[in-house]
């Protein structure tokens, strides 16, 4: 119970919006503090929208992380768009993000209209400032500042940390009264066979770079602990849409397999805090992405949102 003098506990749900590649993730993993997004310099990276929960003694901050805004090209891609414009409607506060190196797009003005109407605050979040000269962000603000009315705008260097801050304060003063949904020490609403999933597809889109634009997904077929070894066992299956994709993936002798696995190993053992033993399959699902059944299958809950 707090006392007269406290101040009262709050809490409430952030999205975070925008075109692809403008540093949604990057902002969330640098906000929680460890690696809960996947990252890469790839459009779209995000394909379901990732909570990730921030507690501090004053307040619960639940970060919604959303797919980036873009024309779809498939199924995947409609309940993609979906997910990101229907956060808009379930949340305390907009981060509208931007890329400072990449200026007013179509993207923008897309999603400027879908926020037409809002009565929810809505923050400009002008990211990767440290890629621009100071001189050239005031035409930025004002060109946005003409298309919309924004609670705050406020620059940003998710990589850097530059202002994450002062953003944090700015969202703290916006969040209402609340309860702690999550308990304080929980960074995300996500279960970890989720997470370990997405660091398996990262490094498989990092390792593949244009070959395999983003046809791959990745199934989590068994993890368990085991405790005789003291380490988690892992079996995944990474899924592709051709046969020559598969190749790809697999490489020479299976050297890029290996490289996958080696590498999302890392990341997951920094996840879980133990020895994992990671195996690694590869299975081709023909244009999966243009079959719900599939898309279902691959953890696409679309009743979810």
Do not use: C
Request: charged letters at 25%; a neutral charge; hydrophobic letters at 40%.
């Amino acid at each position: 119970m707090n006392n007269a003098n406290e101040q009262p506990f709050k809490s409430g749900f952030i999205s975070i919006i925008g075109r692809p590649n403008v540093g949604k993730s990057t902002f969330l993993n640098r906000v929680i503090g460890q690696k809960i997004a996947i990252m890469s310099d790839k459009p779209q990276t995000t394909r379901n929208k990732v909570q990730g929960v921030l507690t501090t003694n004053e307040a619960q901050m639940i970060f919604i992380d959303t797919p980036g805004i873009h024309k779809p090209k498939h199924k995947l891609g409609d309940f993609m768009m979906k997910i990101a414009i229907n956060t808009l409607k379930e949340v305390d506060l907009v981060l509208f993000m931007i890329n400072a190196t990449e200026g007013f797009g179509r993207g923008d003005e897309f999603i400027i209209e879908k926020m037409q109407g809002l009565s929810t605050p809505v923050y400009l979040v002008i990211n990767k400032i440290d890629q621009i000269q100071p001189d050239e962000l005031f035409p930025l603000i004002e060109q946005y500042k003409e298309k919309y009315n924004f609670t705050e705008v406020i620059p940003i260097s998710a990589l850097e940390g530059n202002n994450v801050d002062r953003l944090l304060e700015q969202i703290l003063v916006q969040l209402p009264k609340g309860p702690q949904y999550y308990p304080a020490d929980q960074i995300t609403d996500h279960p970890e066979r989720f997470i370990v999933s997405e660091l398996i597809r990262e490094k498989a889109l990092h390792l593949t770079r244009e070959e395999i634009p983003h046809s791959i997904a990745v199934l989590i077929d068994k993890m368990e602990q085991k405790t005789d070894k003291d380490m988690v066992h892992v079996m995944a299956t990474i899924i592709v849409e051709r046969n020559s994709q598969k190749g790809i993936v697999i490489g020479k002798q299976g050297k890029m397999l290996k490289e996958i696995g080696q590498r999302a190993r890392l990341d997951i053992e920094n996840l879980l805090g133990t020895k994992v033993y990671l195996e690694l399959w590869v299975k081709v699902q023909k244009d999966w992405r243009n079959k719900a059944s599939h898309i279902r299958d691959f953890g696409f809950k679309e009743d979810e949102y």
